[in-house]
T-cell receptor, first 115, second 112 residues
């Protein structure tokens, strides 16, 4: 089955450590996204990537980094510079605009807790 | 970027229609309105989208006002499994791809 997979589902880290969240898709989508969700809040865009080896900052990119070395993969690193890293992180992917295929597909999320 | 405004919560009786409103008064002419829903601690699920015409699919109907400043998602016969947070989203074209701008959502509770 095609889909978008985030791992792990739950992640615990000590304060000051960098941590990398995995996002893999086999939908052959070009665009991929990372969102952050805090309790009772909507989703806020961290980074997005239109194509391999290219990515742009979203609204809250400070303290995060990404890479896009393969079309299928868009890992997110939460660095020690992120002041409040504890949150629910969601990855999404979509077809490029010229395909006429419209919706974004979301993974099931990774809940990161920093202690 | 266009923003959306939704009521924080709504209740609906099981079997009745649920009408969820959304304001997007700053939306631009080529920006689509999307609706997703999120059941607790899962990834958001696509429901429906539209530009200016009303849309219907097997899950819901989307009514967009003529001036495009607001829309309403209609779940025609709500069930208990429709209890979720519903997000009204504007899709913005940028740098050759899209950004999906989420609001804070409406928590819909379907009551037995």
């Amino acid at each position: 089955d095609g889909g978008i997979t985030q791992s792990p589902k739950y992640l615990f880290r000590k304060e000051g450590q960098n941590v990398t969240l995995s996002c893999e898709q086999n939908l052959n989508h070009d665009a991929m996204y990372w969102y952050r969700q805090d309790p009772g809040q909507g989703l806020r865009l961290i980074y997005y990537s239109q194509i391999v080896n290219d990515f742009q900052k979203g609204d809250i990119a400070e303290g995060y980094s990404v890479s896009r070395e393969k079309k299928e993969s868009f890992p997110l690193t939460v660095t020690s510079a992120q002041k409040n890293p504890t949150a629910f992180y969601l990855c999404a992917s979509s077809y490029p605009p010229w395909t006429g295929r419209d919706e974004a597909f979301f993974g099931q999320g990774t809940r990161l807790t920093v202690v | 970027d266009a923003k959306t405004t939704q009521p924080p919560s709504m209740d609906c009786a099981e079997g009745r229609a649920a009408n969820l409103p959304c304001n997007h008064s700053t939306i631009s002419g080529n920006e689509y309105v999307y609706w997703y829903r999120q059941i607790h601690s899962q990834g958001p699920q696509y429901i429906i989208h539209g530009l200016k015409n009303n849309e219907t699919n097997e899950m819901a109907s989307l009514i967009i006002t003529e001036d495009r400043k607001s829309s309403t998602l209609i779940l025609p016969h709500a069930t208990l499994r429709d209890t979720a947070v519903y997000y009204c989203i504007v899709r913005v074209r940028t740098s050759g791809t899209y950004k999906y701008i989420f609001g804070t959502g409406t928590r819909l509770k379907v009551l037995a």
